[in-house]
């Protein structure tokens, strides 16, 4: 019902073009691999946040702004005259370099709510969620009221607890049960426990690079090892696996750094990326166990050759010996 290559504006109550480049259409193969060339618009960390954080953390959205809904928050954003537009929108010729972009999956969400007619919660929880057995997740604060983590931000050296966030009904509550399940599918050529979720080749699809170091909404880590991160005011999440060995791992935290500033930032990942670096070790993921095994086959190669010249040394010694 989407092809890859279409033009969204077939998906669209609204035309999107570059301003600059009118005549390239953007894509649905562009927004899913970072290549449209949209940038950020204004207002997008508070609307993504409800304001939830305003104004201790961070100045607060216009109200009018912070009540859109996602279709009207994307018009007023995404047309030039729209009220929240802003010339700074468009970072590159569409389809020329891979730039991230955190309005590129809002639109897609969007379309895929225009073309199912669907939420995009309700086609989840249809078509994803309920078929892979992933009961413990949903879009809903409300729903997860018992067992929802309470989050927290770092700032100062100090873990500072948050207010549970809606994130408009679009952020997604799991667990790494859950998203094991989707994970495996990913690895099992798009199937989990006889359910055919994606077809192999859209698998491949995804899996392969159409950016540097990236799929269609799959990120290239060292090692061919596939998965993707992510980052909001209380929560970080990483999945990742290596299709190769079929093995993976899934860390969810209930922290993050990023209304603390940078080095509040660093400092939660500097704890998940030293949990990363045991799992990878484990996993057999990191260059340094294939490193030392190159090593000491290396060194076994050398101390048997000089072994195999002394032994022939002596050899040849005895038969002069002998002869003499």
């Not at 047309?79 to 809002?106: C, M, Q, R, V």
């Amino acid at each position: 019902m989407i092809g890859l290559d279409a033009d969204v504006d077939a998906y669209l109550p609204f035309s999107l073009r570059h301003p600059q480049y009118p005549d390239i259409p953007i894509t649905i193969k562009m927004l899913l691999s970072h290549r449209s060339g949209l940038d950020c618009p204004s207002n997008q960390f508070e609307w993504d946040t409800e304001n939830s954080f305003s104004p201790t953390y961070r100045s607060a959205c216009a109200k009018e702004i912070n009540e859109m809904s996602l279709e009207e928050y994307l018009i007023a954003s995404l047309t030039t005259d729209g009220s929240n537009y802003s010339a700074n929108l468009w970072k590159y010729k569409p389809g020329s370099e891979f730039h991230y972009s955190i309005t590129a999956y809002p639109l897609l969400r969007y379309i895929v709510e225009g073309v199912s007619r669907q939420t995009y919660p309700e086609y989840m929880k249809e078509h994803i969620l309920e078929p892979l057995g992933m009961s413990n997740s949903g879009f809903s604060s409300a729903d997860f009221v018992e067992n929802h983590a309470i989050p927290y931000t770092r700032i100062d050296n100090k873990n500072i607890e948050l207010p549970i966030w809606n994130g408009k009904g679009y952020m997604m509550r799991s667990t790494a049960e859950d998203m094991a399940k989707f994970m495996i599918t990913h690895m099992n050529q798009g199937n989990f426990q006889n359910f055919q979720l994606l077809k192999p080749q859209t698998v491949s699809l995804m899996q392969e690079k159409h950016s540097p170091g990236y799929g269609l909404g799959i990120i290239h880590y060292k090692n061919n090892v596939l998965g993707h991160g992510g980052s909001t005011p209380g929560f970080q999440s990483l999945l990742s696996f290596k299709p190769s060995s079929q093995k993976g791992y899934i860390i969810l935290t209930n922290i993050n750094g990023i209304l603390g500033g940078k080095e509040s930032f660093d400092s939660v990942w500097a704890s998940v990326s030293s949990i990363e670096g045991v799992l990878k070790s484990e996993l057999g993921f990191s260059n340094s166990r294939n490193s030392v095994s190159i090593g000491i086959v290396i060194v076994v190669i050398i101390i048997s050759s000089i072994l195999l010249i002394i032994m022939r040394r002596k050899v040849f010694d005895n038969k002069r010996k002998h002869r003499g």
